[in-house]
C-alpha cells in the first residue's frame, strides 16, 4: 500500500519489547489496525484503534497513536519466539469507502 | 471449521489460459472482499461484495478479471488469458461489519496461490 509505510524487518530477543512502526497519509482515516501473519496462514486482526484515541491497551499489546503526525506504533511487551511473524498496519477512511489499505508489512524475528 | 476457505490452495497454470478460485466466508457474513498479494508486498484491495452486489472494484481488476458472488454466499474470482504478472496470493476475507469500523474485522483465509509461467 502506498499510503501506508512500513519497515521491513525487527529483529529482537526472546523477552524484550518490539515496537513495530507506521505511518500513513490519509488525514481523513478513521481507524487503524494491526494484523498478524503467520506463515502458511491468514492473515488475522491483533488490535484497532480508532483516530480519535491516542492509545489502546490489550495484554502484551500497547498501540499508540499519534495523529499529527500520522504515525502508528505496535508494541508487544515480553516478546515471545512464538510472536515471529509479519505484522501489517493497515488504515480505512471515508474517502475509500472504509475499505483497509494495507501497508507492506513488518517481518518481526525473535531469538531465543 | 468455520473460517473462511479457499480453494485450490495452489494453483500452476500456463500463460494464457484461465483460472477461478473459490471463496467461502464465514457463514452470517455478508460481506466478502478480494484482495492480490504478492511477494513483500501487503494485500492490495480488488473488489468488495455486500451480499450478492458488487460495490467496489480497484482499478488493479482489470478486464481480465471478474468476480462473481451469485447467491450471496460464496464467490469466485476468474482471470481470463493468466499473464505471468497475475502470479501472486489472492486472498478472501469476509466480514460481518463494514470493513474499516470498529465491528468491520476482516477474517481472512489462507489464500489462494497463483503461478503462472
Known amino acids: 500500500g502506498e499510503d501506508v509505510e512500513q519497515s521491513l524487518f525487527l529483529s529482537v530477543r526472546e523477552g524484550d519489547s518490539s515496537v513495530i512502526n507506521c505511518t500513513y497519509t490519509?488525514?481523513?482515516?478513521?481507524?487503524l489496525y494491526w494484523y498478524k501473519q503467520e506463515p502458511g496462514a491468514g492473515l488475522q486482526l491483533l488490535t484497532y484503534i480508532f483516530s480519535n484515541m491516542d492509545m489502546k491497551q490489550d495484554q502484551r499489546l500497547t498501540v499508540l497513536l499519534n495523529k499529527k503526525d500520522k504515525h502508528l506504533s505496535l508494541r508487544i511487551a515480553d516478546t515471545q519466539t512464538g510472536d515471529s511473524a509479519i505484522y501489517f498496519c493497515a488504515e480505512s477512511a471515508t474517502g475509500g469507502s472504509y475499505i483497509p489499505t494495507f501497508g507492506r508489512g513488518t517481518s518481526l524475528i525473535v531469538h531465543p | 471449521d468455520t473460517g473462511v476457505s479457499q480453494d485450490p490452495r495452489h494453483k500452476i497454470t500456463k500463460r494464457g489460459q484461465n483460472v477461478t478460485f473459490r471463496c467461502d466466508p464465514i457463514?452470517?457474513?455478508?460481506?466478502l472482499y478480494w484482495y492480490r498479494q504478492t511477494l513483500g508486498q501487503g494485500p492490495e484491495f480488488l473488489t468488495y461484495f455486500q451480499n450478492e452486489a458488487q460495490l467496489e472494484k480497484s482499478r488493479l481488476l482489470s478486464d481480465r478479471f471478474s468476480a462473481e458472488r451469485p447467491k450471496g454466499s460464496f464467490s469466485t474470482l476468474e482471470i481470463q488469458r493468466t499473464e505471468q504478472g497475475d502470479s501472486a496470493m489472492y486472498l478472501c476475507a469476509s466480514s460481518s461489519g463494514l470493513a474499516g469500523t470498529g465491528n468491520g474485522e476482516l477474517f481472512f483465509g489462507e489464500g489462494s496461490r497463483l503461478t503462472v509461467l
Open positions: 457463514s452470517e457474513h455478508n460481506r
Open positions: 490519509d488525514s481523513s482515516s478513521t481507524y
